[in-house]
């Protein structure tokens, strides 16, 4: 089974960049975030004529929102509410025998300042996921979560730690919050089974840089991760980066996990 997670920043505007990324990539699961469309206006036809029959999403206009497009079934669909405020940031599914989580995680705005209310939004969001994952569901379930957690949590998941340490993303603050997460159930980063921490890994690049690919300023803000007994599962991992010089690109890449699900 091939799954995609993508931050695609607006789905109505980038719907030829799905199409682009199903021709190319084949994906069997597709999770979106900041889709922001009303669920009404959501373009469920484009994504079924590519074979699509299963969905689940819920949005609002011009912010946040999340999809799941898949070609299997999907069960037990759910809309997850955090931290008081009903904006769309967390759906979960069953599909392929697990439990499935899109989440977008609060950017938590420009300024890592307690005092921004953006901010503490995006931390108290952390908190909560860390604290509700291990009350509402067993380490040992079988578990995906995906999406834009907007943390970069490793030295080389930034393109200069030591530059980036006072940025929001990769702030100290944030990132002992976002190692609480995903200790909350012993999740397997997924991406960097793969891939070594030693290694520079990015997959959203600001659309602020003249020329992005040559600058390479990036931060790996989007993650895959799986719960321990799906960890046999993993068989190889893909940061679509191309995808970002696509034409009316999203400043996100594509997120490719291939797993064995027939056991």
């Known amino acids: ?9 607006s789905v109505r505007l980038r719907i030829g960049l799905i199409a682009k990324l199903v021709d190319s990539k084949k994906p069997d699961v597709i999770c979106i975030q900041e889709t922001k469309t009303r669920d009404e206006f959501f373009p ?34 759910q809309i997850h509410k955090r931290v008081g405020k009903n904006d769309c940031r967390h759906i979960s599914a069953r599909v392929a025998g697990f439990e499935l989580h899109n989440l ?45 957690f907007n943390i970069a949590p490793l030295e080389n998941d930034v393109w200069d730690h030591k530059k ?28 960097r089974h793969f891939v070594p921490e030693e290694k520079k890994l990015y997959s959203w690049w600001s659309y602020r840089a003249e020329d992005w690919d040559a600058a390479d300023r990036g931060r790996r803000l989007d993650h895959i991760w799986v719960t321990r007994g799906l960890k046999p599962a993993l068989k ?3 940061i679509l980066r191309a995808a970002r010089g696509w034409e009316r690109p999203s400043d996100h890449a594509p997120v490719i996990l291939d797993l064995d699900v027939s056991g």
């Open 1 to 9: 089974m091939r799954l995609v997670t993508w931050n695609l920043n």
């Open 236 to 238: 190889k991992q893909q």
């Open 164 to 191: 980036m340490i006072d940025v929001v993303s990769h702030t100290p603050v944030e990132v002992e919050k976002f190692t609480r997460f995903y200790n909350s159930v012993d999740w397997v980063d997924a991406i």
């Open 44 to 77: 469920v036809a484009a994504f079924e004529a590519k074979g699509y029959k299963y969905h689940h999403f819920t949005g609002m206009k011009s912010y946040n929102g999340v999809a799941i497009f898949s070609k299997l079934p999907l069960s037990d669909k």
């Open 104 to 148: 977008y995680i609060p950017a938590g705005g420009y300024e890592a300042d307690m005092k921004s209310e953006k901010f503490r939004h995006k931390l108290d969001f952390v908190d909560e996921l860390a604290k509700w994952f291990p009350k509402e569901r067993s380490a040992r379930a079988k578990m995906i979560a995906v999406g834009d």
